[in-house]
């Protein structure tokens, strides 16, 4: 690589969705810009539709007509790649094929000059793949955007097994220029983001499958700790098709480790052509009338409690001291236990617990296991499993203490991992498994996810504020109860708990 990206001309192939977002980027960061594609016509129209969108955005103050004129004139549609041959740097974005890909890199080989660099914004294939038999497959990496392209900040700069570190390297650097956030990736399987976020969707989909509860409280549960749409409603803004695709190609890009396993419930969503918004019936119902279901969040009355006490590790100190403060604002007065291995309430013959991922029924008959909890805001939504032999009158008991202690409870089967638990956990063992093969660091790992896909926080945050040994007993605790490989713990995940064990 000789001349530095920062000035190339740039090509993007490629004018659909992602291609019209990322010429309008690289003209906004002052790249003269080619725009082709091979439909006849759609370069131009999206050259049209680009500038009717910069007018919008003109009307609203956010760019100046000075802006406006200079992006419109620095993108020129083109008619053949061989119009383009000055460029430095080609973005393609066409089809999701790996035969096009090729052939189109094969092409522009010989047609652009020998240190141009050639970066495919492919968000499944194989960068690896994508430079095989090309005479100088090190010039070609992934420059992979996010949708819409001018607002989301992460770029993963992908690289195969014969990418130049050089290239890269450049690659990541454009990207900052551009304003965006570049995460370093190896070319695996979803690369980042869509590897780590299948259990977000997986998981919602496994207790769909078992009925052990609705999606609405689904939803709410995962609304509760800070995730901006639920799995479900984002599964349904998304569509089945699209997610069952990726989830697919992921699975069989793994050689069908189990892990990845499909949903026999999304695939009969999307046999039934329940897409999701797009066709009006997904996981819910979009139908004119019809109306969005809602969780019921009505509290039970309190019965009178002399006294209970509250059993806590160190780590759940500072939230014992809040449930303190709120059971005496209720009358109750309360004991912290610091010494035992479990975390909650107890009062009379009943134990609520903080989920280690067991099921309630494994722990005892009069149990109640309630979800993982951030500090709480307004009256957020928490799953709590009871166990099989739980009397009527401790159920009831749990959840109107729950309720006192500013949860909206929602009941869902005894099944390992309630909602929130078993979702993070899964989140934070396919993240460790994404470092343990050096597809990312933690740091890419976290600023992926908060970046590409909305999330609240990293799983390597989540990893911080849970610990290793809780997240490993969730997993364990899957594991043991449905067997086989999906919930096995990441070799990274096992090398941290030890690491925690020796520290403490
Ligand atoms: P799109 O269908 O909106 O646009 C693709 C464009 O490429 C079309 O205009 C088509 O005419 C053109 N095209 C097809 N073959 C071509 C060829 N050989 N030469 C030139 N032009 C050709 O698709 P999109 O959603 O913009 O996706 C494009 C790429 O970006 C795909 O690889 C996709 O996986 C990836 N991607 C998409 C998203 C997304 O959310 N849509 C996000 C990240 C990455």
Same mark, same amino acid.
């Given at each position: 690589?000789?001349?530095?990206?920062?000035?190339?001309?740039?090509?993007?192939? #490629?004018?659909?969705? *992602?291609?019209? #977002?990322?010429?309008?980027?690289?003209?906004?960061?002052?790249? /003269?810009?080619?725009?082709?594609?091979?439909?006849?016509?759609?370069?131009?129209?999206?050259?049209?539709?680009?500038?009717?969108?910069?007018?919008?955005?003109?009307?609203?103050? /956010?760019?100046?007509?000075?802006?406006?004129?200079?992006?419109?004139?620095?993108?020129?549609?083109?008619?053949?790649?061989?119009?383009?041959?000055?460029?430095?740097?080609?973005?393609?974005?066409?089809?999701?094929?790996?035969?096009?890909?090729?052939?189109? %890199?094969?092409?522009?080989?010989?047609?652009? #000059?020998?240190?141009?660099?050639?970066?495919?914004?492919?968000?499944?294939?194989?960068?690896?793949?994508?430079?095989?038999?090309?005479?100088?497959?090190?010039?070609?990496?992934?420059?992979?955007? %996010?949708?819409?392209?001018?607002?989301?900040?992460?770029?993963?700069?992908?690289?195969?097994?014969?990418?130049?570190?050089?290239?890269?390297?450049?690659?990541?650097?454009?990207?900052?220029?551009?304003?965006?956030?570049?995460?370093?990736?190896?070319?695996?399987?979803?690369?980042?983001?869509?590897?780590?976020?299948?259990? %977000?969707?997986?998981?919602?989909?496994?207790?769909?499958?078992?009925?052990?509860?609705?999606?609405?409280?689904?939803?709410?549960?995962?609304?509760?700790?800070? $995730?901006?749409?639920?799995?479900?409603?984002?599964?349904?803004?998304?569509?089945?098709?699209?997610?069952? !695709?990726?989830?697919?190609?992921?699975?069989?890009?793994? %050689?069908?480790?189990?892990?990845?396993?499909?949903?026999? $419930?999304?695939?009969?969503?999307?046999?039934?052509?329940?897409?999701?918004?797009?066709?009006?019936?997904?996981?819910?119902?979009?139908?004119?009338?019809?109306?969005?279901?809602?969780?019921?969040?009505?509290?039970?009355?309190?019965?009178?409690?002399?006294?209970?006490?509250?059993?806590?590790?160190?780590?759940?100190?500072?939230? *014992?001291?809040?449930?303190?403060?709120?059971?005496?604002?209720?009358?109750?007065?309360?004991?912290?236990?610091?010494?035992?291995?479990?975390?909650?309430?107890?009062?009379?013959?009943?134990?609520?617990?903080?989920?280690?991922?067991?099921?309630?029924?494994?722990? #005892?008959?009069?149990?109640?296991?309630?979800?993982?909890?951030?500090?709480?805001?307004?009256?957020?939504?928490?799953?709590?499993?009871?166990?099989?032999?739980?009397?009527?009158?401790?159920?009831?008991?749990?959840?109107?203490?729950?309720?006192?202690?500013?949860?909206?409870?929602?009941?869902?089967?005894?099944?390992?991992?309630?909602?929130?638990?078993?979702?993070?956990?899964?989140?934070?063992?396919?993240?460790?498994? !994404?470092?343990?093969?050096?597809?990312?660091?933690?740091?890419?790992?976290?600023?992926?996810?908060?970046?590409?896909?909305?999330?609240?926080?990293?799983?390597?945050?989540?990893?911080?504020?849970?610990?290793?040994?809780?997240?490993?007993?969730?997993?364990?605790?899957?594991?043991?109860?449905?067997?086989?490989?999906?919930?096995?713990?990441?070799?990274?995940?096992?090398?941290?708990?030890?690491?925690?064990?020796?520290?403490?």
């Amino acid at each position: 690589m000789n001349a530095p990206l920062s000035s190339a001309k740039i090509l993007v192939v #490629g004018a659909g969705i *992602m291609g019209a #977002g990322i010429a309008q980027v690289a003209a906004q960061a002052g790249h /003269k810009v080619y725009l082709m594609d091979a439909r006849e016509g759609a370069a131009r129209q999206a050259h049209a539709k680009l500038s009717e969108s910069l007018h919008a955005l003109l009307a609203k103050g /956010k760019f100046t007509q000075a802006q406006v004129d200079d992006i419109r004139m620095r993108i020129a549609p083109v008619d053949t790649l061989a119009d383009a041959a000055d460029a430095g740097l080609v973005i393609e974005a066409i089809v999701e094929n790996l035969d096009a890909k090729r052939a189109l %890199f094969g092409e522009l080989e010989f047609l652009l #000059g020998g240190d141009c660099v050639l970066a495919s914004n492919t968000s499944s294939l194989s960068i690896t793949a994508i430079a095989k038999g090309l005479r100088n497959p090190g010039r070609v990496v992934g420059m992979h955007f %996010f949708n819409p392209v001018p607002l989301m900040k992460l770029v993963e700069v992908v690289s195969g097994l014969q990418t130049a570190p050089g290239v890269a390297q450049a690659i990541f650097d454009l990207s900052t220029a551009w304003g965006k956030v570049p995460v370093q990736a190896r070319s695996t399987p979803g690369f980042i983001v869509n590897r780590i976020a299948r259990p %977000f969707y997986a998981e919602a989909l496994a207790l769909l499958h078992e009925q052990s509860t609705s999606p609405q409280v689904i939803d709410a549960c995962m609304r509760a700790i800070g $995730f901006r749409m639920g799995p479900c409603e984002l599964m349904d803004l998304i569509g089945h098709d699209t997610n069952f !695709a990726v989830t697919q190609a992921v699975y069989a890009a793994n %050689f069908f480790d189990k892990r990845y396993t499909p949903s026999l $419930f999304q695939s009969a969503l999307v046999d039934g052509g329940m897409l999701g918004r797009k066709s009006g019936r997904g996981i819910y119902d979009y139908s004119a009338g019809s109306k969005p279901p809602t969780v019921d969040t009505q509290p039970l009355p309190l019965p009178a409690i002399a006294h209970l006490q509250l059993h806590s590790r160190t780590q759940d100190a500072q939230t *014992m001291v809040d449930w303190q403060v709120r059971l005496q604002a209720a009358g109750i007065a309360t004991d912290l236990v610091t010494t035992s291995n479990w975390t909650g309430l107890q009062t009379g013959d009943l134990q609520m617990r903080r989920t280690d991922g067991r099921p309630a029924s494994a722990l #005892g008959p009069q149990v109640v296991v309630y979800d993982w909890h951030l500090p709480q805001g307004s009256a957020p939504v928490l799953a709590f499993a009871a166990s099989s032999g739980a009397s009527v009158d401790n159920i009831a008991l749990a959840q109107a203490l729950l309720g006192a202690l500013g949860f909206a409870p929602q009941r869902v089967a005894d099944q390992p991992g309630l909602v929130a638990a078993r979702t993070l956990a899964m989140l934070v063992n396919e993240a460790a498994d !994404a470092v343990q093969q050096g597809v990312c660091d933690p740091a890419g790992a976290d600023a992926a996810m908060q970046l590409g896909v909305n999330y609240p926080a990293g799983p390597f945050d989540w990893l911080a504020r849970w610990g290793a040994p809780a997240v490993v007993q969730v997993l364990e605790a899957l594991d043991t109860h449905y067997r086989g490989e999906r919930y096995r713990v990441s070799p990274w995940l096992r090398h941290a708990l030890w690491q925690a064990q020796h520290a403490a």
